[in-house]
């Protein structure tokens, strides 16, 4: 099913332009390109959109966490996309946990956009390259970081396998990587799963942007 998407952005020729683009793309029904928040809030009030972009150039960082929030709670299915300028992860992080579904950086590629659309489409959440990458770094690098809420601390393979399913790696990729079966790869996967609470492996990303992990 195709979505109806806002963009919310300016200049008035970028924000156009890329409502072309997108329109061309296989995910996309209906695009309406708005730079004033009360028509924002009007073309939300009826209900037909279920795709919300916007970015930096739009507000400051605290008012995007106030304004996701808000718009999250009158509108519990809408989808936010929100382009970033180059926010640390600590900021991303943030953006998740108040609602966002999915991150893009102004550096992203047109491609890179189309495989976030694709995402959403499936139900999962977003993140682009370098995001991801400072994540990665992130849980990598943190020896600062504290758990919160695991019932039991992560063993150091299930903490690598984490590392890797955040990389985006398949349980094949991950077997192959580490020289263990694919059965070993699954019951370390379900058991990182418990200990997180989470369902699956949209859920273990979130869980690295939004908590910290020690190694």
């Known amino acids: 099913m195709k979505s109806n998407l806002i963009i919310f952005d300016q200049p008035a020729i970028y924000a156009e332009g890329l409502s072309k683009l997108l329109s061309q793309t296989q995910f996309i029904e209906h695009i309406q390109v708005c730079s ?4 924002l809030q009007e073309y939300l009030k009826t209900g037909g959109f279920d795709l919300l972009m916007f970015s930096s150039n739009m507000m400051m960082l605290s008012e995007i966490y106030q304004v996701t929030e808000e718009m999250k709670q009158n509108n519990p299915n ?5 382009i970033g300028n180059d926010y640390d992860v600590t900021s991303i992080r943030k953006l998740f946990n108040k609602g966002i579904t999915a991150y ?4 992203s590629s047109f491609d890179e956009f189309t495989d976030c659309l694709q995402a959403l489409a499936t139900g999962e959440i977003f993140l682009c ?8 770094s ?3 690098n943190g020896r600062n970081f504290e758990a919160v ?3 039991d601390s992560l063993t150091k393979r299930e903490t690598e396998i984490l590392k890797l399913i955040c990389e985006g790696l398949s349980s094949k990729d991950i077997s192959i990587k580490l020289f263990i079966s694919i059965n070993t790869v699954e019951t370390h ?3 990182i799963l418990t200990k997180l609470n989470v369902r699956n492996s949209v859920g273990i990303v979130k869980y690295a942007l939004e908590n910290n992990i020690i190694e």
């Open 36 to 39: 004033c928040p009360v028509n």
């Open 78 to 82: 809408l989808k936010i996309i929100i």
């Open 104 to 107: 893009l950086d102004k550096r």
């Open 129 to 136: 390259s370098q995001a991801k990458e400072k994540m990665i």
């Open 138 to 140: 992130f849980v990598s």
């Open 149 to 151: 809420q695991v019932k």
């Open 189 to 191: 996967r379900k058991k």
